[in-house]
């Protein structure tokens, strides 16, 4: 094979996907039909869940120095700090039970050049103008057929992933089921320069759609009018006329850059594998942008997929379970983001009916227990993966992603900045320790003085910062439980 896995897509998700399958030891090689990265602000920011986890590779410092720049831009363009559930500003996006686990606001061109050098520090090679046209598969890999500037070229791996996007070419070729609902919603928009900007009216809700303007920006959002040819590319025509059915008013657009188009069409892969192909980010589910939880929800399933298809490639996957639990575990969260956006299309649609819906829902998010409700909807930052073995009394942050804390003199995100599994154990967690020797070439065993946690005397975390196992002070230490949770993550012991 030319490679182990050959990821076609270049943006965030296919990049953030090559740097964990090289940290975990495979070879990976990514294709971009594109010659340059496009630049479009399609994402301003990255939830909670994406924070910590490239948090956990060393990338914080450099996600704080955009998070400051992107805040401003955030409250410029939306006049508050809060987030929103179907333009209704007034989620906290900080909890504040938990502060430190916040957003990081970066425009998604700079998270993209953040990927790549990373990448490109991995040695992981990206090959650009290179376009997937067809592949076979066999029962030991993927031959890859690419359009490039320099004729056709062959690429063989052991897998073959598709991070190419909303039309992925992946999930077409390999006939990945793809149902939904249709579009409800299209929304214009571009960075505009206009000969009259006065003529606007004010930027909000009406009877025919929604206005959007300011900072350079000019969009609308409406419910009827979908374009006929809705890849075509958003035309100075095409918005002008969407304006003046939404506002009244006729505007002269004099340069229209980064043009864009959405529609709210909802749709996942029944399966995120066939076979050797497997889709993650927008290949393998799209919705409306409402709430921005696309670029989270694509990098989450990155992280998810990136050391689980390496241990295939390593062989300590026969079985294909571990691989099998990729679907398993990501496809109810996005069908859950599937859910909250449709019901934030909803909201959005203009008449007296979902305006009196909109008013109630718009008070309850006062509540402080439905603000919390609507925070945890958007960031996800509480979603607990149905483990595969018994469960019960563990503490309650089993199956979630751990949020931060201290180990001693350093942290827990800072002992898994190289990606492999580890296991930490205080004074209490008697025995996990020799339980979990035989998987010492796979699992790091970190003996630890003191756990920054009250609940928590020793915990298993997997390589996308999940929690396996877990036993807390004073209760019991369940190692037939750790033994099943090294066996069903990291496969059998060396010698077993």
Not at 21 to 36: C, I, M, Y
Not at 58 to 65: F, K, M, N, R, V
Not at 304 to 322: H, I, M, Q
Request: with cysteine; glycine share 12%.
């Amino acid at each position: 094979m030319d490679t182990d896995v050959l990821v076609v897509g270049a943006g965030p998700v296919g990049l953030l996907l090559a740097t964990e399958l090289r940290l975990a030891g495979a070879r990976v090689e990514v294709v971009e039909r594109l010659a340059t990265p496009t630049g479009e602000k399609k994402a301003r920011g990255i939830g909670s869940l994406a924070t910590e986890a490239l948090r956990r590779r060393g990338l914080g410092p450099l996600l704080a120095e955009y998070h400051e720049r992107g805040s401003a831009d955030f409250r410029a363009a939306h006049g508050s700090d809060k987030g929103h559930f179907a333009w209704l500003h007034k989620i906290d996006l900080v909890p504040a039970d938990e502060p430190d686990r916040g957003y990081t606001f970066i425009w998604q061109p700079d998270l993209e050049q953040v990927l790549g050098d990373r990448a490109a520090e991995l040695g992981v090679p990206v090959h650009r103008e290179h376009e997937l046209t067809g592949f076979a598969e066999n029962a030991d890999g993927v031959t890859a057929t690419l359009r490039t500037p320099a004729g056709e070229r062959r690429l063989t791996a052991s897998y073959l992933v598709g991070c190419d996007g909303g039309r992925s070419g992946v999930r077409k070729l390999t006939g990945f089921e793809f149902p939904g609902t249709a579009p409800f919603m299209v929304m214009r928009a571009g960075q505009v320069e206009l000969a009259d900007a006065s003529v606007l009216p004010p930027p909000g809700r009406r009877d025919t759609g929604q206005l959007m303007h300011g900072g350079g920006l000019l969009g609308t959002a409406e419910f009827d009018s979908f374009p006929e040819h809705r890849d075509a590319p958003l035309t100075v025509e095409e918005l002008t006329d969407s304006v003046r059915r939404v506002a009244g008013v006729d505007v002269t657009i004099t340069a229209l850059r980064e043009p864009r188009r959405v529609l709210d069409h909802a749709r996942q892969a029944a399966t995120y594998r066939l076979g050797r192909v497997l889709l993650a980010g927008d290949a393998a589910h799209v919705h409306s942008p409402n709430g921005g939880q696309g670029l989270n929800l694509g990098l989450m399933d990155a992280m998810n997929l990136g050391w689980k298809l390496a241990a295939a490639v390593r062989g300590t996957d026969p079985k294909g379970e571990l691989l099998d639990s990729y679907t398993a575990e990501r496809h109810p969260v996005a069908a859950a983001v599937l859910h909250n956006t449709r019901a934030q299309s909803a909201l959005l649609a203009p008449g007296p009916h979902h305006e009196a819906l909109r008013d109630i829902i718009a008070d309850l998010m006062d509540l402080p227990e439905v603000n919390r409700f609507f925070g945890e909807l958007m960031n996800g930052v509480h979603t607990r993966y149905a483990l595969p073995y018994r469960t019960g009394a563990e503490p309650e942050l089993v199956g979630q992603h751990s949020p931060e804390l201290a180990v001693d003199d350093t942290s827990l995100y800072r002992l898994a900045t190289a990606g492999r599994p580890l296991l930490v154990t205080g004074p209490a967690a008697s025995g996990a320790a020799e339980v979990a020797a035989p998987w010492a070439d796979r699992v790091e065993l970190v003996a630890a003085s003191t756990l920054g946690r009250a609940d928590l005397a020793g915990l298993l975390l997997r390589p996308d910062g999940v929690l396996a196992w877990a036993c807390a002070p004073g209760g019991p230490v369940d190692l037939e439980q750790l033994r099943t949770a090294l066996a069903t993550w990291f496969g059998e012991p060396t010698g077993g």
